[in-house]
């Protein structure tokens, strides 16, 4: 190309540009891009897997339901692994709860939403990696782990069934929940004298008492549903198991964001438990 052909064509080119970002300037095309601009600003704090009346049941409620995180394909012999490899009744870091994490994006996406919502309601600061895992593995015949109400350090904790014993006794192992029976401690010091004074609720008589005087509500997961509820605020325990007694249950349990300090009894006890 000639070089006053170049340049009569880099000017056109020019005017062309201009005349198109005036028209732009000035059109509805810019109120259009602007309104998306201010809409895609405004989604920065969007979910990635809950929805809206998804979080607001779970601060009104203390406790929702999320079937977009069912476990959905489960393997016999996975399961049969699982259980031979047990070397007592809670595990952390297993494989196959690692693999259901990355499957359903429980780290790359639940944990975000749980962080807005953290900050959103609680205004903590929080350690963004501090997640703890445990998966736990029960039988009809250990009745020493039935009726233990205890609240967890975590600010939300995920049950994810991933065997349920199929009957309809009343005691196969249900998890009964005592939804926001305590506020968010302040410190730590109420933290610990709150779990001090609710440790009688460690015993299946008092436990069950509570359950004729407090708002309580039971999950029996034969629907395989996850529940994701607020672990520091809700009472929590299992029922024991009174039928078939060579059955097992498993649950996946994860915890999101202990915000009390490293010197918190929670953290103490997991160090613990962890040797
Ligand atoms: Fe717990």
Do not use: W
């Given at each position: 190309m000639p070089l006053c052909t170049k340049i009569k064509f880099k000017k056109s080119l020019y005017e062309i540009i201009?005349?198109?970002?005036?028209a732009f300037y000035h059109s509805e095309m810019y109120l259009f891009?602007?309104?998306?601009v201010i809409k895609l600003w405004q989604m920065r704090d969007d979910f990635f897997l809950i929805t809206n009346q998804q979080e607001s049941d779970l601060i009104e409620n203390g406790f929702v339901p999320l079937p977009q995180i069912k476990n959905d394909s489960i393997d016999q012999v996975e399961i049969n692994d699982l259980i031979a490899a047990r070397d007592k009744i809670y595990t952390s870091g297993t494989d196959f709860h690692q693999k259901y994490i990355k499957k359903k994006g429980i780290y790359t996406k639940l944990k975000k939403d749980l962080?807005?919502?953290?900050?959103?309601?609680?205004?903590k600061n929080l350690e963004y990696n501090d997640t703890y895992e445990i998966t736990r593995i029960t039988k009809g015949s250990q009745k020493s782990e039935s009726y233990l109400g205890h609240f967890d350090s975590h600010l939300f904790t995920l049950v994810t069934p991933i065997l349920i014993p199929k009957n309809s006794s009343k005691?196969?192992?249900q998890l009964i929940v005592f939804p926001k029976i305590r506020?968010?401690?302040?410190?730590?010091?109420?933290?610990?004298?709150?779990?001090?004074?609710?440790?009688?609720?460690?015993?299946?008589?008092?436990?069950?008492?509570?359950?004729?005087?407090?708002?309580?509500?039971?999950?029996?997961?034969?629907?395989?549903?996850?529940?994701?509820?607020?672990?520091?605020?809700?009472?929590?325990?299992?029922?024991?198991?009174h039928q078939e007694m060579e059955n097992y249950r498993i649950t996946l349990l994860t915890h999101f964001f202990d915000p009390s300090p490293k010197y918190g009894i929670g953290n103490i006890l997991r160090q613990i438990r962890s040797r």
């Open positions: 201009k005349y198109d970002v005036c891009l602007t309104f998306y962080r807005i919502i953290a900050k959103k309601y609680y205004k005691e196969s192992g506020k968010e401690p302040k410190n730590e010091l109420i933290n610990v004298i709150d779990k001090i004074f609710y440790k009688k609720y460690h015993s299946k008589d008092r436990f069950t008492q509570l359950m004729k005087s407090k708002k309580y509500k039971e999950f029996d997961f034969t629907d395989e549903v996850p529940v994701l509820f607020l672990g520091r605020v809700t009472l929590h325990g299992n029922r024991g198991f």
